[in-house]
Nanobody, 124 residues
Framework: QVQLVESGGGLAQAGGSLRLSCAAY????????LGWFRQPPGKEREFVAA????????DYPDSGKGRFTISRDNAKVTVYLQMNSLKPEDTAVYYC?????????????????WGQGTQVTVSS
């Protein structure tokens, strides 16, 4: 069992930056591939970023490429999402997730553990 706790959400202006953190508690953090997803108001959950277990591979949707960066610190058992050049359409509840596997995983249904979410609101 892995418990994930997100933090770092809040209000930002368009063009600004936020860094989300997700601390993991429980089983060995380094055994998991990690991801970030978001759910905008009235919409379905969507993929934001993913990283392989080793940290060597990452993936992003076109909407986030060049703006979002996922990283992990196994010593601090934390995964981060750096978000730059924020846009109002980035407004959503952001979730981190962990999957017991090696490869980058883009499909939310294949993740094993989820955080409770943190709200990000971007004003224009």
């Amino acid at each position: 069992q892995v418990q994930l706790v997100e933090s770092g959400g809040g209000l930002a202006q368009a063009g600004g930056s936020l860094r989300l953190s997700c601390a993991a508690y429980g089983r060995t953090f380094s055994k998991y591939a990690l991801g970030w997803f978001r759910q905008p108001p009235g919409k379905e959950r969507e993929f934001v970023a993913a990283m392989s277990r080793s940290g060597d591979s990452t993936d992003y949707p076109d909407s986030g490429k060049g703006r979002f960066t996922i990283s992990r610190d196994n010593a601090k058992v934390t995964v981060y999402l750096q978000m730059n050049s924020l846009k109002p359409e980035d407004t959503a509840v952001y979730y981190c997730a962990a999957q017991c596997g090696d490869a980058v995983q883009l499909v939310s249904q294949l993740y094993d553990y989820w955080g409770q979410g943190t709200q990000v609101t971007v004003s224009s």
